[in-house]
Structures are given as C-alpha cells and as structure tokens.
C-alpha cells in the first residue's frame, strides 16, 4: 500500500505541511466525484484525529514519538485524521508524523478541503485539542 503515498506531479495545494500531494488523493478524488452532482455540497462534515503506534520495525517516516492517545509513549507513532460525511461515508484521510500537535491540523484541512471538494462553508464544532487563539484568528 506504500504507492498511495507516492508523491504525484499534479499542482499540489501544499496546505497541509507534511501531507504532499500523492496518489491517494487521486484515489480520494475519483470515489468522490460520481457523488457528486450539480447541487452536491459538502454542507457538514466530521474531522477528527487519533494516533497510531508502531511495534516492530515500523514507522521509519512518519513514526515519531508524540501525545499517545493509547497511552503507549514508549513506541512511535503516527497521527491519521478522518473526514467523514454527514452519512459517515469517508471523504478523504491526512496522516501525519506522530509529534503532530492536533491544534496544528484544522485549518490546514480545511483549506484542502474548499480546495480539493469544493466546500464553501465552514462550521467548526471541536474541542479543545483542535482549537487555539491563533486557529480562530486563521478562520
């Protein structure tokens, strides 16, 4: 599964920092379009994030010890965030290294999202991971 990360020359939007353009986003791009239609709009979605460890010989890239959210310090870790629809359905992932702060995550994705799916409006409910003073200022 290692190619869905390969970087691709298409003009990236480079929003969000240490998520190149790549592969997957094609992939994500193309299960989205047949459900979209003249007046298809992302009115609501649901982003959050959470960790994942490494045992073994994983996590040489994105493996970085961080805020463990399985209470495992001791191993590295990456981060995934998930963008949902209103009915669940996934919209598209960002994984990043494991010392990625949450707070750090929101406004990027939203730029990326407005860019990639065509969102127009924004309503954030979060909580206090994903919110600080200078998240406010950005929106």
Not at 88 to 112: F, H, K, Q
Request: aromatic share 8%; net charge negative.
């Amino acid at each position: 599964m290692a190619f869905l990360g390969e970087p691709v020359d298409d003009p990236g939007d480079g929003t969000v920092p240490g998520a190149p353009r790549c592969i997957k986003d094609r992939v994500e791009e193309a299960l989205f379009e047949p459900r979209r239609s003249l007046f298809t709009e992302l009115d609501l979605v649901f982003f959050d994030t959470t960790s994942i460890y490494f045992e073994g010989e994983g996590g040489q890239e994105l493996g970085q010890r961080g805020k463990s959210k399985d209470h495992r310090p001791d191993l590295k870790q990456m981060v995934v965030g998930m963008v949902l629809d209103l009915r669940g359905r996934p919209i598209c992932c960002e994984l990043w290294p494991g010392n990625t702060a949450d707070v750090t995550s929101l406004v990027p994705i939203v730029r990326r999202m407005q860019r990639r799916f065509g969102v127009r409006k924004v309503t954030i409910v979060a909580d206090r991971g994903m919110i600080s003073a200078e998240t406010i200022a950005a929106f």
